[in-house]
């Protein structure tokens, strides 16, 4: 299995500009979350979705950013216009629902820097 | 609602000496506890877990964490330190009710010395 698989593993954009990032959860999972990590704030869980249906997006920071899950294969988070402090890596993870645990699967995440 | 707390945002230890980082939680339903690690550059990755089976739960390197109730604590401990055990720890928790969240505390350096 190839695990969570995100793209672009390094995003350099300007300020103002529309940045999405992907992720391809891992076969057969069907919750996905988007996390944030950065030196100030640590980990904070942005939103995640329970078969494609975002259940919690308390944690989305403002109207700039927003995620969908067309399918159960792909995610996107979109942040439009983006700012120099949304500079972060941005954690995908996904989860089967039939765990029992909830144990999450990490991917290698992405790191955006706006200049 | 859920809640971690991690004591000290970075240990030091030598190697070969025991490590302990410090997990405390606070929760209003029985709770799922989880110990990932995460080496520089990579996501993070299950050291182990505590679902309300044994209560001292062994992991994978050699870590181990111990629940307990009455202190609201998931202590992660390893005997022997190695210089690859050098990496950000993070504790985290989530309700026993499949399909919620996992709430992650803000993580621990850990620094290994020979």
């Known amino acids: 299995d190839a695990g969570v698989i995100q793209s672009p593993r390094h995003e350099v954009t300007e300020m103002g500009q529309e940045v999405t990032l992907r992720c391809k959860p891992i076969?057969?999972?069907?919750?996905l979350f988007w996390y944030r990590q950065t030196m100030m704030r640590g980990l904070e869980l942005l939103i995640y979705f329970n078969n494609n249906v975002p259940i919690d997006d308390s944690g989305m920071p403002e109207d700039r950013f927003s995620a969908k899950m067309p399918n159960a294969s792909f995610s996107t988070l979109k942040i439009q216009p983006s700012e120099p402090r949304d500079s972060a890596v941005y954690f995908c993870?996904?989860?089967?629902?039939?765990?029992?645990?909830?144990?999450?699967?990490f991917g290698p995440g992405t790191r955006l820097t706006v200049l | 609602a859920q809640s971690v707390t991690q004591l000290g945002s970075h240990v030091s230890v030598s190697e070969g000496a025991l490590v302990l980082l410090r997990c405390n939680y606070s929760?209003?339903?029985?709770?799922?506890l989880f110990w990932y690690v995460q080496y520089p550059n990579q996501g993070l990755q299950l050291l182990l877990k505590?679902?309300?089976?044994?209560?001292l739960v062994k992991g994978i390197n050699g870590f181990e964490a111990e629940f307990k109730k009455s202190e609201t604590s998931f202590h992660l401990t390893k005997p022997s330190a190695h210089m690859s055990d050098a990496a950000e720890y993070f504790c985290?928790?989530?309700?026993?009710?499949?399909?919620?969240?996992?709430?992650f505390g803000k993580g621990t350096t850990l620094s290994v010395s020979s």
């Open positions: 076969s057969g999972h069907n919750s």
């Open positions: 929760s209003s339903v029985p709770p799922y």
């Open positions: 985290a928790v989530s309700s026993n009710q499949a399909g919620t969240a996992l709430i």
């Open positions: 993870a996904t989860r089967t629902g039939t765990s029992g645990s909830n144990e999450q699967f």
């Open positions: 505590y679902t309300s089976a044994a209560t």
